[in-house]
């Protein structure tokens, strides 16, 4: 006959003898990295070629800001030209210098196109910007939302009527990382033909530029480098009274090294975000104190289940790595879904 034998032990905290990495999208490892940057790079492109080849898409029409994503794109589309055979001309590069656009981020962005080969299109949105808020009523003194989105949904508009006109297809610029946060503006940025960074976090984007940059040598190298250097910023705010950048993302979302690192671990192994904050807080601590990580965390699934109705549809993307939000692929979450189970948990 089997019996019950009640006991109790103390609830005891242990240390974490485990290691877990500041960017577990980035191996540690130099041989294992350069490794994998030119795997993930010949994913990209192998997805775009196949897409240009499906669509006979003339040309590749992409907007470029100076910033890391874009830079990117251009890159995979430098890549994928050179698989096809075809002429570097045959990407349409295109800036749009706007009410937030600053002299150094303009000026990288078409340094680096014309270094690469690719066709350079200057197109201002200040007038059409300025005429669009007087025809909706917008007072150009008030910095909101709508002084923000205004100018990128025109630069889409730009875009893809311009695709239109040479036959082409426009290449998506967003990120993973940018995904999770909802940080695109929608059917701004957020939309496009075809999109090679969309399963990329911010913080491989730096690692596979840099790499490229190494490959490719010379003046392009050193453009990269000098945009690797450059505070990431949507440039759609004035710049400062001397000419720099003034909206800094980071400012604003928070640390991407902090965003991947949550982002990896609760959506790639689906850890509870007090598992998350205890692994941020083991992980990065001398880094960031209690105070920071409890606040970007908290922003990170707030923004992550606010900014769903993005993701449920977004264009299509090729898959690099073991993380992806396409609703067609490995995710599937109710647009109104509310975190606050989540954010409970948290405290």
Not at 18 to 34: C, G, H, I, M, W
Not at 116 to 138: C, N, R, S, W, Y
Not at 226 to 253: F, R, W
Request: charged share 25%; hydrophobic share 40%.
């Amino acid at each position: 006959m089997m019996g019950r034998i009640p006991f109790h032990t103390a609830d005891t905290e242990t240390d974490l003898d485990r290691v877990f990495p500041k960017q577990p999208f980035v191996p540690a490892d130099n041989a294992a990295l350069a490794e994998r940057t030119e795997l993930i790079l010949s994913i990209q492109s192998k997805g775009l070629e196949t897409r240009i080849k499906h669509t006979n898409a003339k040309t590749v029409v992409v907007g470029i800001s100076g910033g890391l994503d874009s830079s990117l794109a251009i890159l995979v589309a430098v890549r994928t030209m050179k698989a096809l055979g075809r002429p570097m001309t045959d990407i349409l590069a295109v800036t749009m210098p706007g009410l937030g656009t600053t002299s150094k981020t303009k000026s990288n962005a078409v340094r680096l196109a014309e270094e690469l080969g690719a066709t350079v299109k200057e197109v201002p949105i200040g007038a059409m910007v300025q005429q669009h808020f007087k025809d909706i009523g917008q007072d150009e003194n008030t910095l909101d939302v709508t002084y923000e989105n205004a100018q990128a949904r025109i630069r889409t508009l730009i875009l893809m009527d311009l695709a239109n006109k040479t036959g082409g297809l426009v290449l998506g610029t967003g990120d993973l990382s940018e995904l999770a946060l909802g940080w695109s503006t929608y059917n701004g940025d957020h939309m496009s033909m075809y999109a090679v960074n969309c399963s990329v976090p911010k913080t491989l984007v730096k690692h596979l530029i840099r790499y490229e940059a190494g490959i490719l040598g010379g003046e392009a190298e050193k453009i990269l480098l000098d945009i690797l250097a450059t505070e990431i910023s949507p440039e759609l705010l004035p710049p400062d009274k001397e000419g720099n950048i003034q909206q800094k993302t980071e400012d604003l979302v928070g640390p991407y090294i902090l965003h991947d690192f949550f982002l990896y671990y609760a959506v790639r192994w689906g850890f509870e975000p007090s598992k998350v904050k205890f692994l941020a807080m083991k992980t990065f601590a001398g880094d960031y104190d209690e105070e920071t990580i409890d606040k970007w965390l908290k922003n990170f699934y707030k923004r992550f289940f606010s900014n769903q109705f993005k993701r449920s549809c977004i264009p299509d993307g090729v898959k690099v790595g073991s993380v992806a939000l396409s609703p067609r692929g490995d995710w599937r979450m109710p647009s109104d879904g509310v975190p606050g189970i989540w954010m409970d948990d948290i405290k």
